[in-house]
Each structure stands twice: as C-alpha cells, then as structure tokens.
C-alpha cells in the first residue's frame, strides 16, 4: 500500500499521514515520498519481525522470540 503524499498551500509543506493519528512535514515533495517509503519499510520489518518470534514461540524459544521482539539481535 502506498503512503500518499499531501500538498498544503496554507504550510506551503508537503505531508503524509504516519500510520498511526499523526502527520509528519517535508519542505520538499521528494523528501515526503521517501518519507513515505522508509514508514512502508519499518512497517514491513516489524510485521517480519512479529512473524518470526511468533514462529520461535511456536518451535518452543520464548527467550529467543523475547530478544527478538526487544530488537537484541544481530549484535
């Protein structure tokens, strides 16, 4: 799903929603599509991220799925 980017003539800013209730600002169009596209990239991590401690917990590794939820990996 794409993130779409809005045009604010009374900021004169562009802005995209946040994914939650929020909006975030960009001076620049381009600044707010890679705005955009770096919230569609951590949304996809973290939905990959609870794929696979909810995979850990099935194989019987909650200590493991516990670190990965925590972000202690990869160090």
Do not use: C, N
């Amino acid at each position: 799903m794409m993130t779409k980017v809005h045009y604010s003539g009374l900021e004169d800013k562009f802005w995209i929603r946040d994914g939650a209730d929020g909006v975030l600002w960009f001076e620049t169009e381009r600044e707010a599509i890679e705005g955009a596209h770096q919230l569609q990239l951590d949304t996809a991590a973290q939905a990959e991220r609870d794929r696979i401690a909810a995979w850990l917990r099935r194989i019987g590794k909650p200590q493991m799925a516990d670190a990965v939820e925590a972000g202690e990996f990869g160090e």
